[in-house]
């Protein structure tokens, strides 16, 4: 499998299993994809909100969370709701990106590098880190049993870099560079393939090794901060351990 399969699965494997924590963040996309969408709340006209949806479905959030989301998109405290990242280092010099979704930048700043300290790591400045990753897109596919290598050839003009087929999930996987992700997505609905899960990440270039008294140093930090409310994602170099 892919580098950036591994890390997906281990984040789902060891991040994701509060379901409540889910749907908050799900929450937070709902209201940022429409507000970076002009306050287009439509799915067939704002392509980033249909692909949020597509994401709740497969979470199987609430459709009255859904509308409450969709409703306070509009409202005005959600006037100054922006995204930021934070880079910095935790234990043993093992880089981590943190993207947020935030209405008070002072109170978010303040947590994240409250975390990082306690944690035995350190807030750096912008573009400290982000050269370590690269940054891609993936779409979740229902497997309807078609060729990998056909589909990896139809879709690579659309700016494709892998097609794996994740066996236990029933699901095929298309990942490509982040700028991909539009062309992509209209390609894959306009031939009817069934999306089920869809989103932006950060994969590292080169990745660390740890022993396990070391790993769980640096696991804990990371999952201090997805625990945060304000953070969306966390994204580091420590070598995948899906054990």
């Excluded at 008070?104 to 035995?120: D, K, L, Q």
């Excluded at 497997?143 to 050839?153: A, R």
């Excluded at 393939?193 to 950060?202: A, C, N």
């Amino acid at each position: 499998m892919g580098r950036a399969f591994e890390f997906r699965k281990e984040r789902k494997m060891k991040r994701w299993a509060a379901m409540s924590k889910i749907f908050a963040r799900l929450n937070k996309d709902i209201i940022l994809s429409i507000k970076e969408g002009g306050g287009i709340a439509d799915p067939d006209t704002n392509s980033r909100l249909r692909a949020v949806l597509q994401n709740c479905k497969a979470a199987n959030m609430p459709k009255d969370n859904i509308e409450r989301a969709i409703k306070k998109a509009t409202d005005k405290d959600t006037s100054d709701y922006k995204e930021v990242t934070f880079e910095g280092y935790g234990p043993h010099g093992i880089a981590i990106y943190v993207e947020t979704a935030t209405d008070n930048n002072n109170r978010t700043v303040a947590n994240v590098r409250s975390h990082f300290n306690r944690g035995g790591g350190q807030l750096g400045t912008t573009g400290s880190v982000e050269f370590m990753f690269n940054r891609m897109c993936f779409f979740n596919l229902v497997d309807n049993g078609m060729d990998l290598d056909d589909l990896t050839l139809e879709l690579i003009d659309f700016g494709a870099e892998e097609v794996e087929r994740d066996e236990e999930a029933q699901q095929l996987i298309v990942t490509a560079p982040f700028e991909s992700f539009g062309g992509l997505q209209s390609k894959l609905e306009a031939d009817g393939m069934e999306i089920v899960e869809s989103g932006l990440e950060r994969v590292p270039t080169t990745t660390t090794a740890l022993g396990a008294t070391q790993a769980e140093e640096v696991e804990a930090l990371v999952e201090n901060l997805e625990g945060d409310d304000d953070v969306q994602a966390v994204f580091h170099t420590m070598e995948p351990s899906l054990g």
